[in-house]
T-cell receptor, first 115, second 116 residues
Framework: KQEVTQIPAALSVPEGENLVLNCSFT??????LQWFRQDPGKGLTSLLLIQSSQREQTSGRLNASLDKSSGRSTLYIAASQPGDSATYLCAVPNAGGTSYGKLTFGQGTILTVHP | EPEVTQTPSHQVTQMGQEVILRCVPISNHLYFYWYRQILGQKVEFLVSFYNNEISEKSEIFDDQFSVERPDGSNFTLKIRSTKLEDSAMYFC??????????????FGSGTQLSVL
């Protein structure tokens, strides 16, 4: 059974800092990994999707890397802003078969960026 | 930008009552999902739906749950006889298809279900 763990559980940083969020998963037979952002009481917004054949994916100030063999992914946020404050979730699908879209989520990292 | 819409945003019901949660997925998407998040816990997969049938369901999705796509736009989750432990935020999601970026999931803003 796939298990996803995110470290740290919470992070508080001053504005402008570069930061790294970590995600690990137990079953490395995945075909992609997604990072999501969740604002309080709101839905999930997909930030980045990395295919298993890719090592990283970038969108603006966000960069996500994937190391399938070690079961790890990192989300790098450059020059953090107060608007980045949210919970960041990592999710992987179960391998193969009809499990497309059946994602296993981590518990998230609660990020607070203060001015 | 197209988005997944869910109604209602909040639903309060008595234990044992039936509830229907509604979702309008993005119009050209073919794969539909329900997830839930109990307060303080991880987001959990409930069910996936494609080509008018369930593709996969989790252990949570027992006989009390059902899904339907009654027309070309709506996707519903019905809980026949709600229990206290069904209280959670329920998220609908959709994706274009399979392969590459097509599998990116788009989530709605959720329905907060409270069972009293």
């Amino acid at each position: 059974k796939q298990e996803v763990t995110q470290i740290p559980a919470a992070l508080s940083v001053p504005e402008g800092e570069n930061l790294v969020l970590n995600c690990s998963f137990t079953d490395s037979a995945i075909y992609n990994l997604q990072w999501f952002r969740q604002d309080p009481g709101k839905g999930l917004t997909s930030l980045l999707l990395i295919q298993s054949s890719q090592r990283e994916q970038t969108s603006g100030r966000l960069n996500a890397s994937l190391d399938k063999s070690s079961g790890r992914s990192t989300l790098y946020i450059a020059a953090s802003q107060p608007g980045d404050s949210a919970t960041y979730l990592c999710a992987v699908p179960n391998a193969g078969g009809t499990s497309y879209g059946k994602l296993t989520f981590g518990q998230g990292t609660i990020l607070t960026v203060h001015p | 930008e197209p988005e997944v819409t869910q109604t209602p945003s909040h639903q309060v019901t008595q234990m044992g009552q039936e509830v229907i949660l509604r979702c309008v997925p993005i119009s050209n998407h073919l794969y539909f999902y329900w997830y839930r998040q109990i307060l303080g816990q991880k987001v959990e997969f409930l069910v996936s739906f494609y080509n008018n049938e369930i593709s996969e369901k989790s252990e949570i999705f027992d006989d009390q749950f059902s899904v339907e796509r009654p027309d070309g736009s709506n996707f519903t989750l019905k809980i026949r006889s709600t229990k206290l432990e069904d209280s959670a935020m329920y998220f609908c999601a959709s994706a274009i298809g399979r392969g590459s970026a097509n599998e990116k999931l788009f989530f709605g803003s959720g329905t907060q279900l409270s069972v009293l």
